[in-house]
């Protein structure tokens, strides 16, 4: 038997669909779902197995949809985010929170109470009764069907950003008040019979409960480990990238995908390494003059140098924390899956197309240290044409590396690949 639970985080939910998009790929029953706030909507529509409709209404699901108020910027743009905090502000002084009429509009729209109370799935979810001062746990088999959406939407209802929800003259908030992360449920409804609970923590503002005694064995994690917005921006574009974020960090939870931020087919990584990994060792001596004692002793205190230095970079994961460096430095979109092989031909395309007519001057790469507009690309650009110098050059790219060594090893990696 096994269990869902899904955290709170508005916005972020998004990310939710992906993971349930990627449990549907792995073919893993889900027989209990317990969530809070936005991951009592999403647990909704898992317990009525409605997976299109809910990612068509994530996929529309903007700033507009939700609150009826227009934003005249895009919300990756600053004065977008701007508008949105000062809505926020407004209506948390004028109206004490935004309306949540229409988001119970929609919860209507798409939930359906047959589908959802014959089916298998068993489903729990919190709110918090502020009337009471006390949690409101609502359980499916104890739920009046007919106010369903109501307390849905009380459990959403993120005060003081959001209005307190009226039910039967009491108000009611969102439920990360009490148990953001609601394990603690899963547990109990499990009544001990779960093999496996998997969490999804969208690591969002709310209380979160010490979680009863169980087999470690029996956790299984996944957190975003891309940045995926703020939990007040509902944002359609934001949204599908998150979908694609929750998708892949499940993959890689389960070893279907390999990398950390950035997301590779199995085994393309490990076979990356062993293909590159002399070379890389070869031309790093090469590069690095280590006729300097006191320069030597420098670099052994930076990890990666040591195990280079050493013949010991026998890690490909170490490995790849240098490609999606690169890959960041370069703006490679992160929500995408590859073939390190294609990866590889961008980061080349990427180098070749970025322009960078100065070379690195020692003096104000020291001044540069200091200033935090630094521009990645131009460091690695630099250092990486610095490469391609005479070999009478490296003594002054041997000060680089240990001044800018991430930069360094990123611009060691796109001179072994090409």
């Known amino acids: 038997m096994n269990a869902l639970v899904l955290s709170g985080g508005g916005a ?56 009826g108020e227009n934003i005249d910027f895009d919300l990756e743009d600053l004065r977008g985010i701007d508008q949105v905090a000062k809505l926020y502000g407004k209506n948390i002084i004028d109206n004490h929170g935004m309306d949540t009429s229409r988001l119970q509009s929609i919860i209507d729209k798409y939930l359906n109470k047959k589908k959802f109370m014959e089916s298998p799935t068993d489903f729990g979810f919190i709110t918090f009764n502020l009337s009471t001062n006390k949690p409101l746990i609502i359980k499916k088999k104890e739920v009046d069907v007919d106010k369903l959406s109501d307390y849905l939407t009380a459990s959403a209802s993120c005060f003081p950003a959001f209005k307190m929800k009226d039910i039967d003259g009491e108000k009611y908030i969102d439920g990360g008040y009490f148990d953001n992360v ?43 480990r891309n940045d995926i917005g703020n939990f007040l ?57 280590l006729d300097d004692k006191r320069l030597f002793n420098q670099l052994v205190k930076i990890a990666n140098y040591k195990k280079l230095l050493n013949n010991n970079f026998d890690d490909y994961k170490e490995f790849n924390k ?22 590889n031909h961008i980061l080349k395309t990427k180098l070749i197309n970025y322009s960078c007519d100065n070379l690195i001057d020692i003096n104000s790469i020291k001044k540069l240290k200091l200033n935090d507009s630094i521009d990645h690309k131009f460091i690695v650009k630099s250092i990486y044409k610095f490469m391609l110098k005479p070999i009478e050059f490296h003594k002054e790219l041997s000060k680089v590396c240990i001044l800018f060594p991430k930069e360094f090893l990123a611009s060691l990696y796109l001179y072994t690949i090409i």
Request: aromatic share 14%; glycine share 6%.
């Open 182 to 224: 609601p394990i603690n449920l899963a547990i109990e409804m499990g009544d001990g019979k779960l093999d496996k609970i998997i969490v999804v923590d969208l690591e969002a503002p709310g209380l979160k409960r010490k979680t009863k005694k169980i087999k470690d064995n029996n956790l299984l994690y996944i957190k975003p």
């Open 322 to 343: 240098i490609i999606e460096y690169l890959g960041e430095v370069f703006e490679i979109p992160d929500y995408n899956i590859y073939n390190v092989k294609l990866f």
């Open 12 to 67: 972020k939910g998004s990310y939710q669909v992906g993971v349930w998009k990627a449990l549907r790929k792995l073919k893993i029953d889900i027989d209990l779902v317990t969530g809070t706030s936005v991951g009592a909507l999403n647990g909704a529509f898992i317990t009525q197995n409605t997976y299109r409709k809910c990612v068509r209404l994530w996929k529309n699901a903007g700033f507009n949809t939700i609150f």
């Open 233 to 289: 921006l509902f944002d359609k574009k934001n949204h599908i990238k998150n979908i694609k974020y929750g998708y892949n960090d499940t993959l890689k939870l389960f070893n279907k995908l390999e990398g950390d931020k950035y997301s590779f087919k199995p085994k393309s990584l490990e076979r990356n390494y062993e293909y590159y990994k002399d070379n890389f060792a070869y031309v790093c001596k090469r590069m690095i003059t």
